[in-house]
């Protein structure tokens, strides 16, 4: 679907899970893999990790599906709009925890409320 010419949201391609290219493809998910091009994703300035983590572009529809929903990730910038299938992003990827005491907080917040999915 086009975009009206004064929509100043930027464009970041088509979504990740359903491949259908929407204005609503503006939901980021940052995983836990490394980015199939390396420097291209997510990082961390408080622990140092590089910005190395693969990105996900989902459209409102398929943001409740997680990252059990998707099929690609960005392939270098998202703004550039190109995607790689998942399969393609290299091992794990995450903070330094060691660097990062609020997470062990949450993680006890978490505990404390019964709920033990991932903080981060």
Known sequence: ??????????????????????????????????????????????????ADGAVAVVCDDCLPLGEAGLRWVVLGMAAEKRRAPISECGGPFGHDESRHPELADLRRLKEVMGRGEDVH
């Open 1 to 50: 679907m086009p975009r009206a010419p004064d929509d100043e949201r930027p464009d970041l391609g088509p979504c990740c899970a359903c491949g259908r290219d929407r204005p609503d493809a503006r939901n980021l998910l940052m995983l836990h893999r490394r980015a199939p091009v390396p420097g291209s994703g997510w990082g961390c300035l408080a622990c140092g990790a590089p």
